[in-house]
């Protein structure tokens, strides 16, 4: 079955520093999403994606953050002076059309700011 | 605004008793929903989802849902759990159309226990 990767499954950084969040959603989706789960706390929906630009963004999605799909294959989250408050699980989705219809996360990424 | 209600925070069962977890959605329209589990230290996967027709919906492991229009409901249950059930079950919910991200329930913690 087709899946959702995301690289890396951890990453440590300090707090102010840039970090790149990497994922590769399924080949033939369309549509791609961020979402982050803060330790103990909901699933939380940050950013999508499609036809090359943002589609929406909540309001956590501020000008800290950034998306881009640079390759065609990759899609990218970028936090460019992390806080501790951005230590989370950050998921990446993708979502399939029609017939394919249908949401698939990542494994995740676990980001620790200290 | 769509959102999600998950009544209970943490659901505690013994082996081979039966379970159900509520979601109620607040969205007039026609909408998607799921149920995603998260076992502990892993990513999200999809148990079931609904998008039309027979509003009783099998998913895996034993699950099914049930959605009743009428309360805005879709709640979760499973005659017999095990001791590897054990894990944190998130509903969500979508309209059908057009790019809108999946909105996530609080979620619902069930132990079982031997």
């Known amino acids: 079955e087709p899946e959702v990767t995301q690289t890396p499954s951890h990453q440590v950084t300090q707090m102010g520093q840039e970090v790149i969040l990497r994922c590769v959603p399924i080949s033939n989706h369309l549509y791609f999403y961020w979402y982050r789960q803060i330790l103990g706390q909901k699933v939380e929906f940050l950013v999508s994606?499609?036809?090359?630009?943002?589609?929406?963004k909540s309001e956590i999605f501020d000008d800290q953050f950034s998306v881009e799909r640079p390759d065609g294959s990759n899609f990218t989250l970028k936090i460019r002076s992390t806080k501790l408050e951005d230590s989370a699980m950050y998921f990446c989705?993708?979502?399939?059309?029609?017939?394919?219809?249908?949401?698939?996360f990542g494994s995740g990424t676990r980001l620790t700011v200290v | 605004a769509q959102s999600v209600s998950q009544h209970n925070h943490h659901v505690i069962l013994s082996e081979a008793a039966s379970l159900e977890l509520g979601c109620n959605y607040s969205?007039?329209?026609?909408?998607?929903l799921f149920w995603y589990v998260q076992y502990p230290g892993q990513h999200l996967q999809l148990l079931l989802k609904y998008f039309s027709g027979d509003p009783l919906v099998k998913g895996i492991k034993g699950f099914e849902a049930e959605f009743i229009k009428s309360k805005f409901s879709f709640n979760l249950r499973k005659p017999s759990v095990q001791w590897s059930d054990t894990a944190e079950y998130f509903c969500?919910?979508?309209?059908?159309?057009?790019?809108?991200?999946?909105?996530f329930g609080k979620g619902t913690r069930l132990s079982v226990i031997a």
């Open positions: 969205y007039g329209g026609t909408v998607n």
């Open positions: 994606f499609y036809n090359n630009e943002i589609s929406e």
């Open positions: 989705a993708s979502r399939g059309t029609g017939a394919n219809y249908g949401y698939t």
């Open positions: 969500a919910v979508t309209p059908p159309s057009g790019n809108t991200p999946l909105v």
